[in-house]
């Protein structure tokens, strides 16, 4: 379906708007542009100059309009990749055409939809259904959906349909069931929240494979408890798949290898003003879960169907995103140097805020914020030989994937002047992780500084610096961002791999660029080049290749 054909379905929507009466219409656009150059100053390790892709003006736009009316909502949303998609997105999302559709009606007691709808059930392990463009991930459910709330303590859920994958629906059919009861309103509890969710979640997928040890339909359980008292908080979750079909390499079925997949994680916590401490403890055993089997394993998240994030720090600075830990939730049998069959571990955060007119606070106060994480694989036995097989110890440490430490200590000097410092010291086990080789011990020190010349205009200037015993080496690392009003600011940015032992190597990365906000609409431009590495939102990732060129993206919202 073309542009123009697509604009048709959504005129009508927007002229019927026009009347008040009739409801009203909200919606957005978004157009991320990519003009790919060749940079013979970028050189990769087999010493060739970056070049740009056949067609190299590429663009990923969207379109979506939704309109309103009393307890009625129906949407559409256009997506147009032109001439193709951004580097290594989905090779599936090609041309123009609609995306995604939905009807639904809503009430206090009662919402159903029909059509591309989104959803997860608890924490996501089991089932969870969204969009993230940065990722290029959309795997919405096509079908029907079904909430009923008889009482303000009890809600059910139900779910049917068949998986978005590109511009068509993935060749399986998924069933879902979740309800969840509130004790703490039937118990009419002051300072306590409670409440208990269990959900089932199916996925029938017929193969080809003759005589099948497997069946069809792979069933899900899982059951969560969630409580909150004054500043104490606790959840958990325990998440069981049924035996299916062990898939280590993507599309190749093992039906000599049937197994199981489970799930636990706890999270508790405690917070009052000026302190917090949140601790996570998660345990993954084969939990790759596909809407099609020989799904896992690629590198888009294509036809994913649980939600299953990376617990450690988010770090918004460049150099501490270079080795970035992503979950290991798949059976990997590849030799007795390379096993795994998920992970287990967790992460810790303690945040202090130290009082003003204390003898650490100072006179406007002082932040500091700690976090741990370590990530290993399940310990076991494991037989790597023909028949291959494994059992895992519950509690069982095998090798070692991850480990950070971080410290971020934040300071306001006047109310014109702030700073932050950060440590980070990181172990990656590239081998376990991204299965290639080699293990790196990295510490990475940032330090930056904001000045404010008046509540819209200020200053910023980061500097960065990595050791590494492995891999690229040494980086270094700056950034000054310049906001001149609440409309207008500008950056320039660049990361520099100084230490690399192939000379050839020791590139820069450098990117120019600024932004323009009025009122809904946001325009950004940049110039540079992409370091190839990992982009990741909210603990999942997506692999983008080294690259130069010219970056334009345009949101508004209306």
């Given at each position: 379906m073309k542009l123009r054909q697509l604009l048709f379905l959504l005129i009508p929507i927007t002229l019927f708007s026009q009347e008040k009466e009739k409801g009203n219409v909200f919606g957005g656009f978004e157009s991320n542009s990519q003009w790919y150059l060749n940079d013979t100053g970028l050189i990769d390790e087999f010493q060739n100059p970056t070049s740009h892709p056949e067609n190299p003006l590429r663009t990923n736009s969207y379109l979506f309009v939704n309109y309103k009316y009393k307890n009625w909502t129906a949407g559409i949303q256009g997506e147009a990749y032109e001439k193709n998609a951004l580097l290594n997105m989905n090779p599936k999302y090609v041309g123009t055409n609609v995306a995604t559709y939905f009807i639904q009606y809503k009430n206090e007691k009662i919402d159903v939809t029909a059509g591309y709808f989104y959803e997860q059930f608890g924490s996501g392990l089991l089932y969870r259904s969204w969009e993230d463009?940065?990722?290029?991930?959309?795997?919405?459910?096509?079908?029907?959906?079904?909430?009923?709330?008889?009482?303000?303590?009890?809600?059910?859920?139900?779910?049917?349909?068949?998986?978005?994958?590109?511009?068509?629906?993935?060749?399986?059919?998924?069933?879902?069931?979740?309800?969840?009861?509130?004790?703490?309103?039937?118990?009419?509890?002051?300072?306590?929240?409670?409440?208990?969710?269990?959900?089932?979640?199916?996925?029938?997928?017929?193969?080809?494979?003759?005589?099948?040890?497997?069946?069809?339909?792979?069933?899900?359980?899982?059951?969560?408890?969630?409580?909150?008292?004054?500043?104490?908080?606790?959840?958990?979750?325990?998440?069981?798949?049924?035996?299916?079909?062990?898939?280590?390499?993507?599309?190749?079925?093992?039906?000599?290898?049937?197994?199981?997949?489970?799930?636990?994680?706890?999270?508790?916590?405690?917070?009052?003003?000026?302190?917090?401490?949140?601790?996570?403890?998660?345990?993954?055993?084969?939990?790759?879960?596909?809407?099609?089997?020989?799904?896992?394993?690629?590198?888009?998240?294509?036809?994913?169907?649980?939600f299953i994030p990376s617990l450690t720090k988010q770090n918004h600075y460049n150099l501490a995103n270079i080795y970035v830990y992503q979950a290991q939730p798949n059976v990997i049998l590849a030799d007795k140097d390379l096993v795994k069959a998920g992970e287990i571990g967790g992460q810790v955060d303690l945040f202090y805020d130290f009082k003003k007119g204390s003898s650490l606070g100072g006179k406007n106060g002082m932040k500091l914020a700690f976090n741990f994480s370590n990530w290993n694989a399940l310990g076991g036995t494991f037989y790597i030989y023909n028949p291959q097989d494994y059992k895992t110890d519950f509690l069982g440490f095998g090798k070692r994937y991850f480990t950070d430490y971080n410290l971020e200590v934040t300071k306001k000097w006047n109310a014109k002047w702030q700073s932050i410092f950060s440590y980070s010291n990181q172990y990656y086990n590239k081998k376990m992780i991204q299965e290639t080789a080699g293990e790196?011990?990295?510490?990475?020190?940032?330090?930056?500084?904001?000045?404010?010349?008046?509540?819209?205009?200020?200053?910023?200037?980061?500097?960065?610096?990595?050791?590494?015993?492995?891999?690229?080496?040494?980086?270094?690392?700056?950034?000054?961002?310049?906001?001149?009003?609440?409309?207008?600011?500008?950056?320039?940015?660049d990361l520099y791999n100084y230490g690399n032992e192939l000379d050839y190597m020791r590139n820069h990365y450098y990117n120019i660029g600024g932004a323009f906000r009025k009122n809904s609409t946001r325009i950004a431009l940049n110039y540079g080049r992409q370091r190839g590495g990992l982009v990741c939102v909210g603990g999942v990732c997506r692999y983008v290749p080294e690259s130069s060129g010219l970056a334009l993206s345009l949101n508004t919202s209306f």
């Amino acid at each position: 379906m073309k542009l123009r054909q697509l604009l048709f379905l959504l005129i009508p929507i927007t002229l019927f708007s026009q009347e008040k009466e009739k409801g009203n219409v909200f919606g957005g656009f978004e157009s991320n542009s990519q003009w790919y150059l060749n940079d013979t100053g970028l050189i990769d390790e087999f010493q060739n100059p970056t070049s740009h892709p056949e067609n190299p003006l590429r663009t990923n736009s969207y379109l979506f309009v939704n309109y309103k009316y009393k307890n009625w909502t129906a949407g559409i949303q256009g997506e147009a990749y032109e001439k193709n998609a951004l580097l290594n997105m989905n090779p599936k999302y090609v041309g123009t055409n609609v995306a995604t559709y939905f009807i639904q009606y809503k009430n206090e007691k009662i919402d159903v939809t029909a059509g591309y709808f989104y959803e997860q059930f608890g924490s996501g392990l089991l089932y969870r259904s969204w969009e993230d463009r940065a990722l290029g991930i959309n795997n919405a459910l096509r079908g029907g959906r079904f909430i009923y709330k008889p009482t303000k303590y009890l809600v059910f859920k139900s779910i049917y349909g068949q998986q978005r994958t590109g511009f068509d629906v993935a060749n399986s059919k998924i069933y879902g069931l979740d309800t969840e009861i509130t004790l703490s309103d039937i118990f009419k509890y002051n300072t306590t929240n409670l409440s208990l969710g269990l959900t089932y979640v199916g996925r029938d997928e017929k193969t080809d494979i003759e005589n099948p040890k497997f069946n069809s339909l792979t069933n899900g359980f899982a059951g969560r408890l969630n409580l909150t008292h004054n500043s104490f908080y606790l959840s958990s979750e325990f998440d069981y798949k049924s035996k299916d079909a062990v898939v280590q390499v993507t599309d190749q079925i093992d039906n000599n290898l049937i197994k199981p997949g489970s799930a636990v994680i706890l999270n508790l916590g405690y917070s009052k003003k000026g302190f917090g401490i949140d601790g996570t403890f998660r345990r993954l055993e084969n939990m790759g879960f596909f809407s099609e089997r020989g799904a896992k394993g690629n590198s888009y998240n294509d036809r994913i169907m649980n939600f299953i994030p990376s617990l450690t720090k988010q770090n918004h600075y460049n150099l501490a995103n270079i080795y970035v830990y992503q979950a290991q939730p798949n059976v990997i049998l590849a030799d007795k140097d390379l096993v795994k069959a998920g992970e287990i571990g967790g992460q810790v955060d303690l945040f202090y805020d130290f009082k003003k007119g204390s003898s650490l606070g100072g006179k406007n106060g002082m932040k500091l914020a700690f976090n741990f994480s370590n990530w290993n694989a399940l310990g076991g036995t494991f037989y790597i030989y023909n028949p291959q097989d494994y059992k895992t110890d519950f509690l069982g440490f095998g090798k070692r994937y991850f480990t950070d430490y971080n410290l971020e200590v934040t300071k306001k000097w006047n109310a014109k002047w702030q700073s932050i410092f950060s440590y980070s010291n990181q172990y990656y086990n590239k081998k376990m992780i991204q299965e290639t080789a080699g293990e790196v011990n990295a510490s990475i020190v940032a330090a930056e500084a904001t000045y404010k010349f008046n509540s819209t205009k200020s200053i910023r200037v980061v500097g960065e610096h990595l050791w590494a015993d492995h891999d690229k080496k040494n980086w270094a690392g700056g950034t000054v961002e310049m906001n001149l009003n609440s409309k207008l600011s500008f950056f320039l940015s660049d990361l520099y791999n100084y230490g690399n032992e192939l000379d050839y190597m020791r590139n820069h990365y450098y990117n120019i660029g600024g932004a323009f906000r009025k009122n809904s609409t946001r325009i950004a431009l940049n110039y540079g080049r992409q370091r190839g590495g990992l982009v990741c939102v909210g603990g999942v990732c997506r692999y983008v290749p080294e690259s130069s060129g010219l970056a334009l993206s345009l949101n508004t919202s209306f």
